[in-house]
Nanobody, 124 residues
Framework: QVQLVESGGGLVQAGGSLRLSCAVSGRTFSRNAMGWFRQSPGKEREFVASISRGGGSTLYADSVKGRFTISRDNAKNMVYLQMNSLKPEDTAVYYC?????????????????WGQGTQVTVSS
């Protein structure tokens, strides 16, 4: 069974930075693309970023492009989301997810395993 555990969330002022981490169990971590999603109260879960299995390809939502960076360390079974220049509208629960395939993908239907989420709150 694959398990994903996010960490690194918290409270930060607008303009600040946070780095989210996601630890993934299992021996096949490097076979799948990974992604980050977020969900705020009253809104649907939305795509944030995705990275291909080898890390050579990344994809971002327009709302975070230029501010967030997704990366992975296949030797450590870890995926990261570096978030800079945070805005109050970035406040949400952030979820790590493992894709079904090897390439980046924006649709949540393309992901089969999800973490429990970590809260990010950005104050103005």
């Amino acid at each position: 069974q694959v398990q994903l555990v996010e960490s690194g969330g918290g409270l930060v002022q607008a303009g600040g930075s946070l780095r989210l981490s996601c630890a993934v169990s299992g021996r096949t971590f490097s076979r799948n693309a990974m992604g980050w999603f977020r969900q705020s109260p009253g809104k649907e879960r939305e795509f944030v970023a995705s990275i291909s299995r080898g890390g050579g390809s990344t994809l971002y939502a327009d709302s975070v492009k230029g501010r967030f960076t997704i990366s992975r360390d296949n030797a450590k079974n870890m995926v990261y989301l570096q978030m800079n220049s945070l805005k109050p509208e970035d406040t949400a629960v952030y979820y790590c997810a493992r894709a079904r395939g090897v390439d980046t993908i924006t649709s949540s239907y393309g992901y089969e395993y999800w973490g429990q989420g970590t809260q990010v709150t950005v104050s103005s």
